[in-house]
């Protein structure tokens, strides 16, 4: 084997290993405060797959919340190019003492659902998004950008249940390193199915995104 033959062999087992990765294209965090005193922050990042997929992964702490058993929660969502989940999963204890649980894998017409121990199927709807509880505020990030991706209707049907709602509301101008920067303000509000330990449904919600 020539000098060269090393080195090119190398460079193509690399290739062909990087080929199936995931390449990472955004990564952000979200800081949690209530009062004005910080509850804990949420990390996400979005990856593209080689087949044009996105995967979203979003882990939430708050540490500092005022409940018995404190908030870690951890949520992957995979969606097509036009943000139309495809997969969802969300494990962990969440606010309002709730026990995260759920999963939706969708396949064709067809959405096959575990939610808190309970299994059943559902017919998807020609719009629609996925979502359970409060938190991840990912999850609602991509909501609003499917929102925006599928021209904007009046409504969002949720799965495992509920309905979603966005409004845009205005714009924000904010200076970013000495250059001034436009957002776009949203309102999402509508119901995601959670229900506290008690029964009592909780899962009324009304937020601004910007």
């Not at 708050?62 to 989940?85: G, H, M, Y």
């Amino acid at each position: 084997m020539t000098r060269f033959a090393v080195p090119l062999l190398c460079l193509l087992l690399l290739t062909l290993l990087g080929t199936g990765t995931p390449q990472i294209i955004e990564s952000g965090r979200f800081r949690f405060y209530e009062t004005k005193q910080i509850r804990g922050e949420e990390s996400y990042s979005i990856s593209r797959t080689p087949d044009g997929e996105l995967l979203i992964q979003a882990k939430t702490e708050l540490p500092f919340i005022e409940q018995e058993k404190k908030v870690s929660v951890n949520a992957t969502l995979r969606t097509s190019t036009d943000f139309t989940p495809l997969n969802f999963e969300i494990k962990g204890p969440a606010p309002l003492e709730i026990e995260e649980n759920t999963s939706v894998l969708i396949q064709g017409k067809t959405a096959s659902v575990q939610d808190r121990g309970n299994n059943s199927t559902a017919t998807v709807p020609p719009n629609f998004f996925v979502a359970s509880g409060y938190v991840p505020v990912t999850v609602e990030m991509m909501l609003v950008r499917y929102w925006l991706a599928h021209g904007r209707p009046a409504s969002i049907p949720v799965l495992p249940t509920g309905e979603a709602f966005v409004e845009l509301r205005g714009e924000d101008t904010v200076t970013i390193s000495g250059k001034q920067t436009v957002l776009n303000r949203y309102q999402l509000s509508g119901k995601t199915g959670a229900v506290a330990g008690d029964g009592r449904h909780c899962g009324s919600t009304q937020k601004i995104v910007s």
